[in-house]
Structures are given as C-alpha cells and as structure tokens.
C-alpha cells in the first residue's frame, strides 16, 4: 500500500519562499507520476502542479506557473515543490498526491498524503 507523507509547510510572509516535500513508501516510487494538489478555506481542492514518472515533463496551474517548481528524485522516493514568490491566496493544505498510470492534466490521484499547511500572511 503506497504511503505519502508531506512535510515543510508553515507560515511566511507574502513574497517569501517555502519548499514541500513528499516521501513514498509501500511500492517502487518510479512507478507512480506524482503531483501536488492544495484546498483553501471553503474552497474545493484544486490541482497545484505534476511530474512524471522519470521526471521530464511537469505541468503547472496558470496560478502558479513561474513562482512553483515540482522535482522529483526517485533515488530517494522523495518530491518537492519549491514554491517562491509566495501570495496570501497560495494559503492552503497542500497535499502529495500519486497515479500509477496517468501524468500532466490527466492525472487522477490514486493515492494522497494527509496534507501540510501553508500560511501566506503579513
């Protein structure tokens, strides 16, 4: 059973930065495209960014396009998203999610972390 545990979140300043991680357990990290998903305060979870299984092609929402990065090391099983210019509205939990047959927009999470706020506040 595929484990994901995300970790680094907490509260910064808008402008600042902040980097996520995620680690897999339970199955060959390589197999699973990965990606980051966040939900806000009264608002649905929406898609944050995702890498492929060899970590070539990534793929980023319009709002975070430029300011977030999604690396992977399969090395480690381990993800990241480097998140640097940093706005009151990326307040959110940010969750590591994993799909073993599908990337990019296509994805659809088989497999989801127990989340790690984010606080973007002056």
């Known amino acids: 059973q595929v484990q994901l545990v995300e970790s680094g979140g907490g509260s910064v300043q808008p402008g600042g930065s902040l980097r996520l991680s995620c680690v897999e357990s339970?199955?060959?990290?390589?197999?699973?495209?990965m990606a980051w998903y966040r939900q806000a305060p009264g608002k649905e979870r929406e898609f944050v960014a995702s890498?492929?299984?060899?970590?070539?092609?990534?793929y980023y929402a319009d709002s975070v396009k430029g300011r977030f990065t999604i690396a992977r090391d399969n090395g480690k099983n381990t993800m990241e998203i480097q998140m640097n210019s940093l706005k009151v509205e990326d307040t959110a939990v940010y969750y590591c999610?994993?799909?073993?047959?599908?990337?990019?927009?296509?994805?659809?999470?088989?497999?989801w972390g127990q989340g790690t706020q984010v606080t973007v506040s002056s």
């Open positions: 999610a994993a799909d073993r047959y599908r990337s990019g927009s296509y994805l659809v999470p088989g497999f």
């Open positions: 890498i492929s299984w060899g970590g070539k092609d990534t």
């Open positions: 339970g199955d060959t990290f390589s197999n699973y495209a």
